[in-house]
């Protein structure tokens, strides 16, 4: 019953520090995406996949870099980290729409915090 | 371009009362998906339901139940004698009809107390 998993679930990074959130799926699912969120606020789209080696921008996506070289596998970089990337951060995945019907699993989220 | 309105902020209720959570969408597309997540206080962003546009049943889970009206463009949540558990913050994503960018409005923050 694993589904979407993230790493860290926590952490502090200083100003300037880089850092990559970890996202893997065992479900095979094509579509996997991110989302920041943040307090209060609702979720933004920063990168989503559709498929190995496919990325595509969100609404959200200046300071981050995404990869997807295998299916389960979706990382989210951070390059330099700045306070305005404060937020929790949220992996999802899911099959295509004609499959689907654009079910969304989501990761459990990663606590980030720029200080 | 689609997108939700969920004009409730922040909602309080007393255990044991039901409660409505309204959901307005826009869409130009004839054929698309509605959902309902929940993100209770622990931060875990939950699936509840999803609707296909084509199916305008209200449909019934437990104390959870859904009105679905294409004439309205609503897709409204009803929960039944409210329980502390509720408490967390529900969003209506905004209808799609593929699956890349779904994207979520700001949420209704529901708050059950004893």
């Known amino acids: 019953n694993a589904g979407v998993t993230q790493t860290p679930k926590f952490r502090i990074l200083k100003i300037g520090q880089s850092m990559t959130l970890q996202c893997t799926q065992d479900?095979?699912?094509?579509?996997m995406y991110w989302y920041r969120q943040d307090p209060g606020m609702g979720l933004k789209l920063i990168y989503y996949?559709?498929?190995?080696?496919?990325?595509d921008k969100g609404e959200v996506p200046n300071g981050y870099n995404v990869s997807r070289s295998t299916t389960e596998d979706f990382p989210l970089r951070l390059e330099l980290a700045a306070p305005s990337q404060t937020s929790v951060y949220f992996c999802?995945?899911?099959?295509?729409?004609?499959?689907?019907?654009?079910?969304?699993?989501f990761g459990e989220g990663s606590w980030l915090t720029v200080v | 371009a689609q997108k939700v309105t969920q004009a409730q902020t922040e909602i309080s209720v007393v255990e044991k009362e039901d409660v409505t959570l309204d959901c307005v969408y826009e869409t130009r597309d004839t054929t698309y998906y509605l959902f309902w997540y929940k993100q209770p206080p622990s931060g875990e962003l939950v699936f509840l339901i999803r609707?296909?546009?084509?199916?305008?049943q209200n449909e019934i889970s437990g104390r959870y139940s859904w009105n679905f009206q294409k004439s309205t463009s609503s897709f409204n949540f009803t929960i039944t004698a409210s329980q502390v558990v509720d408490s967390a913050v529900y969003f209506c994503?905004?209808?799609?009809?593929?699956?890349?960018?779904?994207?979520f409005g700001t949420g209704t923050r529901l708050q059950v107390t004893l």
């Open positions: 609707r296909n546009s084509f199916d305008e």
């Open positions: 999802a995945s899911s099959l295509p729409a004609r499959v689907s019907g654009n079910t969304i699993y």
């Open positions: 994503a905004p209808p799609k009809s593929t699956a890349s960018k779904l994207t």
């Open positions: 479900m095979n699912h094509n579509y």
């Open positions: 996949s559709v498929g190995a080696g496919i990325t």
